[in-house]
């Protein structure tokens, strides 16, 4: 296949990548998109990869400790799993309630120590007496091992985030909860991170071991959907065309994903900051030196059949697992012609949530937001849920705005505190 026919869809699978995390800033550094002060220039801020790993490179360096783990899932992945286990006053006598952090799509651990530490909730809550847990899902730089496969391997990539939330969110929860002597566990996921949890508290598991839950731009319902690019890049089974041509790992910053986007943004006709706004939504709140930083670790690989489950996700209303789109092969995986549902209305009602969204997010968007709020909030009582709605932010805002240390973490640690 000659280079040019991947063209367009890698050109749209890239904008559905860029659509879960927010890459609008990567274009951003090319000088035509944006004179604003907030620019990233190339010189300013260089490709700088991280061989040392998070621990070393962004929480040892502030002086915090950190500690690396690795835990095997059921079906073979090695994970990698790093610990912050108190902050700078250093380690007392207080008991410390573990925080598992897990990250959205297309991104990694990184992503909560990203800027200072009164700026990123990996740091914040080490200060504020938790002991930190950070997750990177499979795939991502740091968990690119199996017991048996490579990442060459097709089979390497054949998951979605049915598995992440089968085995993956277990296997790290677990060993969290195993090696804090037995503690129930906070959880925090942005994302994608959300929607991994929510499928399994709708299957009853991990309930027992969860102290409560907080779900930074909850990813469920996706069927209501605006952003016109990735509904387009939906309709026409983009990621199951590239799938078909016998790609498996979806690498947003590889080198064809890369020469496209650096292709079209050259092209007078392609605004790319209005293009990646237009899919992700407009952040309201980040500031320079982070998506630097961001940028510099770059986005990460997932799956291209997790791809495609996501765009199931948008064309369905229900929240279902993969269709493997026969009713033969279905029945093969789950013993059913259509794929089983995850119903969310089965999620039990004890354990505590703290759901907050904005209103410039055109994924987390805020009608399949209410829809998800409605099914919940018909289960908890008032004083174990808690929503915070930021009429300003978009999606990456919730990870890296400069002002949610004040507007989201302070009150993400009272809710805490009182569960
Ligand atoms: C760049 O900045 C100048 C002066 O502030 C402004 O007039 C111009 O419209 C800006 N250009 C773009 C593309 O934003
Ligand atoms: C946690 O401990 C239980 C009981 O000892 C054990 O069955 C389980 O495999 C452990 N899980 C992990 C992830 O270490
Ligand atoms: C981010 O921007 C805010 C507001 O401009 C500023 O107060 C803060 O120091 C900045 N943070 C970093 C890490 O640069
Ligand atoms: C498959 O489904 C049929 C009918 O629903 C049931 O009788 C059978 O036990 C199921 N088999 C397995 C392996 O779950
Ligand atoms: C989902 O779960 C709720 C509560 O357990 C139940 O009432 C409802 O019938 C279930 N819906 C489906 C489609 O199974």
Redesign the pocket.
Known sequence: MAQKDLYLPFLALSIIACCLMNLQTVLSSSSRMRNSTDDISDDKCPPQPHPLGMCRSRVAAYGYPCEEYHVTTEDGYILSLKRIPYGLSGATEMTRTPVLLFHGLLVDGFCWVLSTPKQSLGFILADGGFDVWIANSRGTESSRRHTTLSPQDPAFWDWTWDQLADYDLPAVLEFVYNRTGGMKVHYVGHSLGTLIILAAFSENRLTDIVRSAALLCPIAYLNSMESRLILLATRIFLAETIHMLGYHEFNPVGPVAKEVLGKVCVDPEVDCYDLFSAVAGPDCCLNTSTTCIFLQHGPQSSSIKNMIHMSQLVRKETIRKYDYGSEKENTKRYNQTRPP?Y?L??IPSHVPLFLTHGGQDFLGDVADTRHLLRTLLSQHDSDDIEVLYMPDYAHGDFIMGYNAPQLIYKPMVEFFKRH
């Open positions: 549902t119903n209305s089965s």
